[in-house]
């Protein structure tokens, strides 16, 4: 699943434009994860702070 | 707020303010909605824009103007430092705005023209009727209500949530994205006119890292990068860390800001049935500059005009809104991302030597017509050699 590092989150909507799933929403001060998020960790990937981590369940 | 008006406009960026503004001015209803609280912040932007571009809209005004350009200067992976001065030595070519202040003026100006101002206001779905968008679910506070409209103009920035909604795929590549982060940097040394664009590998893969000056001693100090090229530990922010850390030790950092800018191609359809997509939500940020206040504004603005004579005609289809798609593509700003577009291809796949070989070759340059065109036709010039490397492209720069 997605995690979200609320505490370096920057609120700018970067990894919203390049989720190939429409899974991401920026809603004002915080970033809302659907249910349709498959962790394919493309935002992980391109967030200039590095706040969102794909963790993988044990 | 009505639960109904002529035009609905998402977001209040300059796309959108000019949308609405204009949409009021002819003669139509028009509501804004912003989803942050307050227009204009947080920033995600490096706010530079050409003299001529702002010319084309508006006065400068002193209020929303940082700092007045009357050069810049490009930098080498190797150091060595372009200049470019206009022909005219001294003679203003652009502004860096301040935009906060700026954006709050344009949606003022709306507002003051008669339009319908909600901030705090999130479209959270559209209204579909049969695949026609006729309107948009808000919510304020809490509170949910719909509003319909004849035309919803789509101006939601770099997250383009609501033509996703309506069924345009607005994903941007990942190559496509640039990650980017900025610093207003105070206390360093700069030349308070010129901006300063640093290019290489290892400053800003795929992209470039600025100062544009916003005073004295004082600057954004940013960069972006490609989504490609970013990962953990070689973010926009570990690239502008190790700049900042370099070139400004002693600088203090007074605000810090992060975003993505699409250097895409604009999306192949900018238009649906009851809907039109402006400024950065259609993707048409220059590509080689990253870009996007002019752009945005000239959309807005020429979506809200189609806008207004569709419903004269009382054909808010499609094929009727593409006017407006057409009008764009075949505008100076349409052709210019389209050729800027190719020119950052190129840029992209060079190494740093064939870079610090480009720039080398003119130390100073007087240009006539101060924009990235007569910068590159006079590099080809003094690169004749670049002209086989551009191949098709050369056509469209001559």
Redesign the interface.
């Known amino acids: 699943m997605l995690n979200v590092r609320r505490d370096i989150c920057g609120y700018c909507g970067c990894c919203v434009s390049v989720c190939p799933e429409g899974a991401l929403e920026l809603i004002d001060a915080y970033l809302s994860v659907e249910q349709n998020c498959t962790s394919c960790g493309i935002c992980a990937k391109v967030c200039p702070l590095g706040a969102l981590e794909v963790v993988h369940e044990k | 707020m009505k639960n109904k008006y002529d035009v609905l406009v998402i977001g209040g960026g300059p796309a959108g303010a000019l949308a609405a503004r204009t949409a009021v001015e002819k003669g139509l209803s028009a509501l804004l909605v912003e989803?942050?609280?307050a227009i204009g912040a947080?920033v995600?932007c490096a706010e530079g824009l050409g003299k001529e571009a702002l010319a084309d809209f508006m006065e400068p005004d002193e209020r929303w103007i940082s700092a007045e350009m009357t050069g810049a200067g490009i930098v080498a992976p190797d150091g060595f430092l372009m200049k470019l001065e206009s022909a005219m030595v001294g003679s203003k070519v652009g502004y860096i705005l301040d935009r906060k202040v700026f954006d709050r003026e344009l949606v003022w100006q709306a507002a003051d023209a008669g339009a319908d101002i909600s901030v705090?206001t999130?479209a959270s779905a559209p209204i579909l009727e049969d695949g026609v968008v006729k309107g948009a679910q808000l919510e304020y506070c809490g509170q949910v209500s719909n509003v319909t409209a004849d035309v919803v103009i789509a101006a939601d920035?770099?997250?383009?949530?609501f033509a996703?909604?309506c069924g345009i795929d607005?994903?941007?590549?990942?190559r496509e994205?640039m990650?980017?982060?900025q610093y207003v940097m105070t206390d360093i040394d700069i030349d308070p006119h010129a901006t300063i664009f640093y290019l290489g590998n290892e400053v800003a893969p795929e992209g470039y890292l600025w100062v544009f000056p916003k005073g004295d001693r004082a600057a954004n100090v940013g960069i972006g990068i490609s989504?490609k090229k970013?990962?953990?530990g070689h973010?926009?922010?570990d690239y502008l860390n190790r700049f900042v850390n370099k070139t400004f030790p002693k600088g203090k950092t007074i605000e810090?800001?992060?975003?993505?800018v699409?250097v895409c191609r604009p999306l192949e359809c900018t238009v649906g049935d009851g809907l039109v997509l402006v400024g950065d939500a259609a993707r048409v940020v220059d590509p080689l500059t990253g870009g996007g206040i002019y752009n945005s504004m000239f959309t807005g603005r020429l979506a809200a005009n189609v806008a207004a004579e569709c419903i004269a005609k009382g054909d808010l289809s499609k094929k009727a809104l593409m006017a407006y798609d057409k009008s764009w593509r075949e505008s100076k700003m349409g052709k210019t991302i389209e050729r800027n577009y190719l020119i950052k291809e190129y840029l992209i796949k060079q190494p740093d030597e064939k870079l610090n070989a480009i720039i080398h070759s003119v130390a100073k340059m007087n240009l006539k017509e101060f924009s990235t065109i007569s910068l590159i036709k006079e590099i080809i010039r003094v690169n004749p050699k670049l002209l086989v490397d551009l191949g098709a492209l050369a056509a469209s720069i001559r």
């Open positions: 989803k942050r609280p947080p995600r705090k999130r920035g770099v997250e383009s949530k996703r909604w607005t994903t941007v590549p990942v994205i990650s980017g982060m989504g970013s990962g953990e973010r926009a922010k810090c800001i992060v975003g993505g699409s």
